[in-house]
């Protein structure tokens, strides 16, 4: 199984989904929705090359995309699998974050 790795931004990232998907919706919603998210990196770790990973040079070089509800998930590929550079809200300047 190819691994995955979370950046301490992207760490940062779901921990505030967390607690704002808590207050808002309760901590069963937030455990589906955390649950959600981790499938996907599972998914593109296994495969990379999938039609969820989406080219991003336009946001920054060498970097791909994947959407998870209203979350893009942005990571690298290595030889090893993927590595989750960010976890932002679809409203959020991403290039801004990315810098």
Known sequence: MTKFRVSK??????????????????????????????????????????ALAIPRNDIKWGCFSSYVNKHMIVFRKFKYGIRIIRVLHQSMDIVRQLQ
């Open 9 to 50: 931004a992207a760490a940062n990232d779901l921990y505030e989904i967390g607690v704002y998907t808590e207050e808002y919706w309760g901590k069963e919603q937030r455990n589906n929705y955390l649950d959600d998210l981790e499938s996907r990196f599972i998914e593109l770790a296994n495969d990379a090359n999938s």
